[in-house]
């Protein structure tokens, strides 16, 4: 019997490998899903993991059917026609009949898959390169901090000075700059708090401060949006782009070379870039902060990308279509991200603002203190406002120009 | 320096008027998403 057992198995299993395939094996060709159950198979997750996009309805769709329970009397009756899984999938993709005693809007919804890819993002690259452009800009300063040191008034202080801004104009400013570094340490707290402070301060002392921070966020961002409008109103008409700016930043606005002073009115060009930095990304700021403020009630989102695909930007950069059609958890997600991503740029800049108001420029910060800044200072830096507010020269006939210029 | 200490009393006026005002106008986490059923 052993002897005849080798050849028949050998006959076996070349009639297997030659036999046409079952109508098993054909069913399951037709429906791949089939040797599953109706489950993803293998192929679907690779996909996934591909980054190509899955036909989930084998998913959405089987979410059980209550017309075929069984009779209520019967086996299994009590049980309804849908099964855990099938619940929970109902409740995933929004198909199921909820009923919720909250009465928020969009409570109804109570599971959003969306979530946990804004969760990963804000947990992962949003910090890490958030981080690094913060980072940068410190770097970046100190590094010119380094090689160029601080820039003095060349001609030396005059001990007499001119009203720069008046106290309406500084009110605002403060106005601005004040809430501004609130909300900047109050997001930061948010957004960096649970790995960065929880392990320096522990849960309980981290509590209060992240009770503080929302608290400041939320509220100080009227005297933000305020101030925000304050010196749009009062600084406009001084920031008009004119060609003495191409000048300013042809010479790199005197900031690399010593001695070099580029004319300037009011504002240079480097403070106009400044000025409409802070009025357009103030305004996005506020847009999607307000979104955040009353939750589900401002969205936004879906309308921005429906006129960006239309403009046929996203697709310029490869990104394809931008959804339009968006649930009110997802709104709130991309306005989180946006509001974060604007932020960490809007820092950025900022620092650097700072940076050239303080103890990067010798002088500057008098504008902001007193008002009045020293008038060689005004000469050297604003040399068109200076002769416009005096009526005099600003480099008198005795005097040389500026050896740069 | 006296028109940045006026302005960061502002800020301060404004953020707690605005706490205020939009809790007194109902715009409260609790007052917006809690049901009957939950007590405050």
Request: aromatic share 12%.
């Given at each position: 019997m052993t002897l005849l057992r080798l050849p028949m198995l050998t006959i076996f299993a070349a009639l297997l490998l030659v036999a046409p395939p079952s109508a098993a094996q054909q069913a399951a060709d037709d429906n791949p899903r089939a040797v599953t159950g109706g489950a993803q198979t293998l192929e679907d997750i690779l996909a996934r993991q591909r980054g190509e996009r899955v036909d989930d309805r084998f998913r959405r769709e089987a979410v059980g059917d209550p017309a075929r329970a069984a009779g209520?009397?019967?086996?299994?009756?009590?049980?309804?026609?849908?099964?855990?899984?099938?619940?929970?999938?109902?409740?995933?993709?929004?198909?199921?009949?909820?009923?919720?005693?909250?009465?928020?809007?969009?409570?109804?919804?109570i599971i959003q898959d969306g979530g946990i890819r804004w969760l990963?993002?804000?947990?992962?690259?949003?910090?890490?390169?958030?981080?690094?452009?913060?980072?940068?800009?410190?770097?970046?300063?100190?590094?010119?901090?380094?090689?160029?040191?601080p820039i003095r008034i060349d001609g030396g202080r005059s001990?007499?000075?001119?009203?720069?801004?008046?106290?309406?104009?500084?009110?605002?400013?403060?106005?601005?700059?004040?809430?501004?570094?609130?909300?900047?340490?109050?997001?930061?707290?948010?957004?960096?708090?649970?790995?960065?402070?929880?392990p320096l301060l522990g849960k309980?002392?981290?509590?209060?401060?992240?009770?503080?921070?929302?608290?400041?966020?939320?509220?100080?961002?009227?005297?933000?949006?305020?101030?925000?409008?304050?010196?749009?109103?009062?600084?406009?008409?001084?920031?008009?782009?004119?060609?003495?700016?191409?000048v300013w930043l042809a010479k790199g606005g005197g900031l690399f070379v010593r001695g070099s002073h580029p004319p300037a009115r009011k504002f240079n060009a480097g403070q106009k870039i400044i000025f409409w930095v802070v009025v357009v990304l103030g305004l996005s700021i506020s847009a999607s902060g307000l979104s955040l403020l009353f939750p589900f009630e401002i969205p936004m989102f879906a309308k921005t990308f429906e006129i960006l695909n239309g403009l046929g930007l996203p697709q310029a950069v490869n990104l394809g279509e931008l959804p339009t059609q968006l649930s009110p958890h997802e709104e709130m997600q991309y306005a989180q991200l946006w509001h974060s991503i604007v932020a960490f740029i809007f820092i950025a800049i900022i620092i650097a603002h700072i940076y050239l108001g303080s103890i990067g420029m010798e002088g500057a910060f008098d504008a902001m203190e007193s008002g009045e800044v020293d008038r060689q200072w005004?000469?050297?830096?604003?040399?068109?406002?200076?002769?416009?507010?005096?009526?005099?020269?600003?480099?008198?006939?005795?005097e040389a120009p500026p050896a740069a210029e | 320096m006296r028109a940045m200490l006026i302005a960061f009393l502002a800020m301060a006026v404004i953020a707690v008027a605005a706490d205020l005002a939009l809790d007194y106008s109902g715009f409260a986490t609790s007052e917006v998403t809690a049901g009957p059923a939950v007590r405050n």
């Open positions: 209520i009397r019967m086996q299994l009756g009590t049980l309804g026609g849908a099964s855990d899984s099938e619940v929970f999938r109902a409740l995933r993709y929004g198909g199921a009949d909820v009923t919720v005693s909250a009465r928020g809007p969009a409570s109804e919804i990963e993002w804000r947990k992962g690259p949003l910090r890490e390169w958030g981080g690094w452009v913060l980072a940068g800009m410190v770097g970046l300063l100190a590094l010119f901090l380094l090689l160029r040191g001990g007499e000075t001119i009203l720069r801004f008046n106290a309406l104009e500084r009110f605002g400013h403060w106005l601005l700059a004040g809430s501004f570094i609130l909300l900047a340490i109050s997001g930061l707290i948010t957004l960096f708090g649970r790995p960065l402070l929880i309980d002392a981290f509590a209060p401060v992240a009770l503080a921070s929302k608290w400041i966020h939320n509220n100080v961002a009227w005297a933000f949006m305020l101030a925000l409008v304050w010196v749009f109103v009062f600084w406009i008409v001084h920031n008009i782009p004119n060609r003495a700016d191409l005004a000469r050297e830096h604003h040399s068109l406002w200076f002769e416009e507010e005096t009526g005099e020269p600003a480099h008198p006939a005795h | -």
